[in-house]
């Protein structure tokens, strides 16, 4: 090992060509003469100037290299080829595979095995391949078995000599081939450089004499016979098996080499005693595996090299020098193992904890994407972990299912809703039941809908079904006001100027509170506060734990249409017929602040969230910030006269542009919800009646009409 270390070092080196100068054609300069003959055929230099000593160095190490291939067997250079593939990164993988393009043609692997009758070239399957297969349906040919490698036992069987099952055959292959002759058996021979026989070559697919042909019948075995059997013009990738219109002709012992019966083929071989075993990717057993052969002490110089030593353009050029150098055995190793490292299922071979971990990192369309490659990335893309931590970072606004659920519904149903009220689809439900006008309506957020009507009654529905469920009867006029308080305590109000508490489970009133002198026109609950406004130009505060009056907020000159509060009950603002908006303290019952709205008529409609409120006049609607007491934007798109207003601030990030939704219905029987940024409406419901009080929530909008129903715009189209 050292003497070709010296003879690499001599200064004639420079030369890769094999040519001598003649001063130097003495017995001193011996040594270079063979080592630039050695290695004429490797070109480190050809014949370029080096740069500087860092280029020579690299060059130098390429050297040695040419100097140690040339020493090892086959097996040793497979191995020794793996040691590379776990030690390159993208670039050499994309060069390689670019590079071994060619060694997948089936061409190549035909030729490959004339040169070595021992080793099985089988086709690769790939997903290309396949697809190909899928596209291009020949009718008239069986096409070889592809081998679908999954394991790296899968490469390593079909990279083992299977092509001669027995050993004394194979040995004497060997020798024949050594000696210029291939021995086919023991009665068929033939000698390359004596028979006639004209071989197809690489760019023709027909044999170019029949007499050839014959005489190949004549002296070759059953399995070169079948080559001239079919048709002159098959296609070489195709002869090994005739056509479907003549099975008969398949001979018995045919078996293509895939990946379910390498093992079965494999048993015929000679088995060898591992004295040593190492584990394999895949985790199979090493039995059905060869021999590990002996890796030279060279190769861990090589290694250090390649990872440590050399850049990316360094190892791309020591591979495209060392592909020269191999023969069709490594380079079909080399297309295998690439082919298995581009197809390998990662994800299926983790731990499930592990590749959840390792998806949870995928957006929700990469996830919908992964789950389409099998069954088990469907499984693993549609575990509910993962799809429970996508809704913890959203905002789920569908009520979630009771009992037995999948994450990935919700968040699929969240996803549609959104799209939903973007788009403005949406089922119209219509639930008739009273007869009269729908003057009021709640929902208690679950599955019941009250609803109250100018014909005194109160009726409770299932918004699921649209059945009713039950009828309270008590006011003696038109009810204008609902809300529950609890689950199973409804409160309302009526123009008979009481406010009365219903037990839904017996469906009796258990208090009755007066107060007032004239009709209740609107009415908002906060907790256990409710304020009540009436024609009688005051707002009264009640305690619902007790039913007792708190507070009578008095200061508005003219009636009171509308109220609402805060959700800390610590504010109410009202708006007035005396066209004024005022502020009061839940704790002093006086009003602190006074905004003048209007200057022609009364304010109608008003709805309070997050320091800005609404407020209708007329036809048009005017958004204001509370604090500053300032209005931000006014729409106009209804009419006629707004009756109803509803709104929701979702952020006020920018205090003069907040983000939210704002839901209309008036006289007009258009329902329209906005987008507080925008001056125009998203969308707009149309009704054939006026629109006397709408609720609306994260998934429809509810709507108390004039023609004696209710009506419901679902934007939950998953139910």
Not at 525 to 535: D, E, N, R
Not at 660 to 674: I, R, S
Request: glycine share 6%.
């Amino acid at each position: 090992m050292e003497q070709p270390l010296q003879i690499l070092s001599h200064p004639c080196h420079g030369r890769g060509d094999g040519l001598v100068p003649h001063q130097q054609q003495d017995g001193a300069c011996a040594g270079p003469i063979m080592g630039a003959g050695l290695l004429g055929q490797w070109h480190a230099f050809k014949g370029r100037p080096i740069d500087n000593e860092l280029d020579m160095e690299f060059h130098r190490q390429l050297d040695h290299v040419a100097v140690w291939i040339d020493k090892w067997n086959h097996q040793q250079k497979c191995l020794i080829l793996e040691g590379l593939l776990t030690r390159s990164n993208y670039s050499q993988f994309g060069f390689l595979w670019t590079s071994l393009q060619p060694a997948l043609h089936r061409d190549f692997m035909y030729t490959s095995q004339q040169l070595f009758p021992e080793h099985k070239f089988t086709p690769i399957s790939t997903y290309v391949s396949r697809q190909t297969r899928a596209r291009r349906a020949v009718r008239n040919y069986y096409h070889v078995g592809s081998a679908h490698l999954q394991r790296r036992s899968d490469v390593m069987r079909c990279n083992t000599d299977i092509g001669l099952t027995n050993p004394e055959e194979l040995q004497a292959t060997r020798q024949g081939k050594q000696s210029g002759k291939i021995t086919l058996s023991r009665d068929h021979q033939f000698s390359r450089s004596t028979t006639n026989i004209k071989l197809p070559s690489i760019h023709s697919g027909h044999y170019h004499s029949r007499g050839d042909a014959n005489l190949l019948s004549k002296s070759a075995p059953a399995s070169l016979k079948r080559i001239t059997d079919n048709a002159p013009a098959v296609r070489r990738h195709m002869q090994d098996r005739p056509r479907p219109n003549a099975p008969k002709e398949i001979p018995k012992d045919y078996s293509p080499v895939t990946a379910h019966n390498l093992p079965r083929l494999t048993k015929s071989l000679t088995q060898v005693q591992i004295s040593h075993t190492r584990p394999t990717m895949s985790g199979t057993s090493p039995r059905n595996l060869p021999p590990i052969p002996v890796v030279p002490d060279e190769v861990w110089q090589l290694y250090h090299w390649y990872e440590e030593c050399w850049n990316d353009v360094q190892r791309n050029e020591f591979l495209h020098k060392l592909l020269k150098r191999l023969d069709s055995r490594q380079l079909y190793f080399l297309c295998s193992s690439l082919a298995l490292k581009q197809s390998r299922d990662f994800i299926a071979l983790l731990p499930e904890s592990l590749a959840l971990r390792i998806l949870q990192y995928l957006s929700p369309k990469c996830l919908l994407v992964a789950a389409l490659v099998s069954r088990t990335w469907c499984r693993l893309a549609s575990h509910d972990s993962i799809w429970k931590a996508k809704c913890d970072q959203v905002d789920i606004e569908i009520p979630l299912p009771s009992g037995n659920f999948r994450w990935k519904t919700v968040y699929r149903d969240n996803v549609f809703l959104r799209q939903n009220w973007e788009s403005g689809n949406c089922k119209q439900i219509d639930v008739r039941g009273h007869t009269a006008k729908v003057l009021c309506v709640t929902f208690d957020g679950k599955s019941r809908l009250a609803s109250g009507s100018k014909d005194s009654s109160i009726k409770i529905w299932d918004i699921h079904t649209g059945n009713l469920i039950q009828t309270l009867k008590g006011h003696t006029k038109g009810v204008w006001c609902l809300s529950f308080f609890t689950r199973y305590l409804l409160v309302s109000s009526s123009f008979d100027g009481t406010v009365k508490v219903w037990n839904l489970r017996s469906g009796i009133c258990t208090r009755t509170m007066f107060g007032h002198d004239g009709p209740i026109w609107a009415m908002a609950q906060k907790g256990h506060f409710l304020v009540t406004a009436s024609q009688d130009r005051t707002l009264k505060l009640w305690d619902m734990r007790t039913c007792l009056l708190e507070h009578t907020l008095v200061g508005h000159t003219q009636a009171v249409f509308c109220v609402d509060m805060d959700d800390d009950c610590t504010m109410v603002i009202s708006g007035s017929a005396d066209r004024s908006i005022r502020v009061w303290s839940v704790e002093t019952g006086r009003y602190t602040k006074v905004i003048w709205a209007s200057q022609t008529t009364s304010i109608m409609a008003l709805s309070y969230h997050q320091g800005y409120f609404t407020c209708a006049v007329g036809e048009t609607v005017s958004l204001w910030r509370l604090e500053t007491a300032c209005c931000i934007k006014t729409f106009e798109e209804h009419e006629k006269r707004v009756e109803t207003i509803g709104l929701r601030v979702d952020s006020a990030d920018n205090p003069d542009c907040p983000r939210g939704l704002m839901v209309t219905a008036g006289q007009d029987g258009m329902v329209k919800y906005w987008n507080l940024k925008s001056d125009k409406s998203k969308h707009t419901l149309e009704s054939t009646c006026q629109i006397n009080s709408i609720f609306f929530d994260e998934t429809k909008i509810i709507g108390a009409c004039s023609d004696y129903k209710l009506r419901i715009w679902n934007f939950n189209t998953s139910l």
